[in-house]
């Protein structure tokens, strides 16, 4: 893994809005951006605009962390979860200190 792919991930997870969104895909995948904007208002209370949710969309899909396909005329965004993204992850286990807690 290089070190822009690595920054790329690590910039997408860097943000919270960003995080739920994985867990909503995660949970219920092939969501349009209709229904992630939908489900931020539902379950944060939180009310972002399509443009806001697109553009974080379209961070996570730059890092690799969803894919989007076509359902007729509506873009689906899916979690895509690679080997990559669980090696990046892991990245900090390299600097654990014997002894201490996970």
């Known amino acids: 893994m290089t070190d ?3 920054d790329l991930i690590f910039k997408a ?3 919270s809005t960003r995080r739920r969104i994985i867990d909503r895909l995660s949970q219920q995948p092939a969501q ?3 229904e992630v904007c939908a489900a931020s208002v539902a379950e944060d209370g939180v009310a972002l605009s399509r443009q806001t949710v697109s553009q974080h969309l379209a961070v996570l899909e730059k890092a690799g962390l969803i894919e989007t396909t076509w359902k007729g005329r509506t873009k689906a965004h899916s979690l895509s979860i690679s080997e990559d993204h669980i090696a990046a992850a892991s990245w900090l286990m390299n600097y ?3 002894g201490e807690k996970s």
Do not use: G, N, R, T
């Open 96 to 98: 654990k200190q014997d």
């Open 32 to 34: 349009s951006l209709f």
């Open 13 to 15: 997870l860097s943000d």
């Open 4 to 6: 822009e792919q690595l």
